[in-house]
């Protein structure tokens, strides 16, 4: 396992998001001194990833070790696939600009934000995903997919393809927990979230305190041009997990609807049609990371406890 320089100067894309909070709280807890870049950072780097020659004079005449893109505009769940448009975007044209600011403040070491649905949407079965045996980025079964698998593919190849960085990927499962999880209380309280029968299909998962410790560990010891799974070790489904947030924080049990049912958001219907199992097994193997919660179930008792 490589150890790289400790107390790094880290700029955040993404630092005031659900999941940049959870991930300035851990870099500052172990001793790196994190700067936040953000469109409407205050106390940070005010800048739009969007906007490279703005990003170029924010960074102007500052030094960072490593740069980590965090950077979303999804403000609630995707479930057309036109939700998806901005964020596919912010994946191509604002990888790019972010390497690019990299570069130029001197930093060595690049650390994204990826996803597990970048393997593809659809049903896996019992065969385990790994980093090393699947491609990452196939094509999409359909025009839409294809524009946010397009997307995912591209922001990986900028970041471990990046000259001069050394490129990490940190492809995530679905989050829950602090921050996350909250929104989907209300609606669950109203009973306005139905949920598609799972029939065996599961979801990777992973607790948002967990994902920020895994960021840490890749600035830290991640070997550059290298992707890591980080999910949990107990797959769900996607509504076992909704009755997992019910049944911990005392509400109603969500709708079951047909999957057909779901055809109109077809976003979130490409979601909850898939199935998949993914291995962090290189993560906690050369990371030295592991989940403080191995199942949603755990993470979610603990957060309602904690209200």
């Known amino acids: 396992m490589t150890t790289h320089q400790k107390n790094q100067s880290i700029l955040l894309a993404g630092a005031s998001g659900v999941f940049g909070v959870h991930v300035a709280r851990a870099l500052t807890e172990a001793g790196h001194k994190v700067t936040g870049l953000g469109r409407g950072q205050v106390n940070g780097v005010r800048a739009d990833l969007m906007d490279r020659d703005g990003l170029l004079r924010a960074v102007d005449g500052q030094h960072f070790d490593t740069v980590i893109h965090a950077a979303t505009v999804l403000r609630k769940p995707p479930m057309r696939h036109r939700d998806m448009y901005a964020t596919d975007a912010l994946r191509i044209e604002g990888t790019a600009h972010l390497v690019e600011a990299a570069r130029a403040t001197g930093a060595t070491r690049f650390v994204a934000e990826s996803i597990v649905f970048g393997y593809g949407y659809g049903d896996f079965g019992d065969h385990v995903v790994t980093e090393d045996d699947d491609p990452y980025g196939p094509r999409g079964t359909s025009p839409e997919l294809e524009k946010h698998l397009k997307g995912m593919r591209t922001k990986e190849q900028l970041t471990l393809g990046a000259e001069g960085l050394a490129g990490i990927a940190l492809r995530f499962g679905l989050f829950y927990g602090p921050g996350g999880t909250d929104a989907l209380l209300p609606m669950l309280r109203k009973r306005q979230l139905p949920a598609p029968a799972d029939r065996g299909r599961v979801l990777p998962w992973v607790e948002l305190t967990d994902a920020a ?79 403080v919660y191995p199942a949603a179930r755990d993470g979610l008792t603990a957060f309602a406890a904690a209200r």
Request: a positive charge; glycine letters at 8%.
């Open 213 to 291: 410790r895994a960021v840490v560990a890749a600035v830290e010891r991640g070997r550059a041009g290298q992707a890591y799974n980080v999910v949990d070790r107990t797959p769900l489904g996607f509504r076992a997990h909704l009755l997992c947030v019910a049944e911990e924080f005392g509400l109603p049990k969500p709708m079951t609807v047909p999957l057909w049912l779901t055809a109109p958001m077809p976003y979130a219907h490409a979601m909850f049609g898939s199935s998949m199992r993914v291995s962090a097994a290189k993560a906690e193997r050369e990371l030295g990371w592991t989940p």
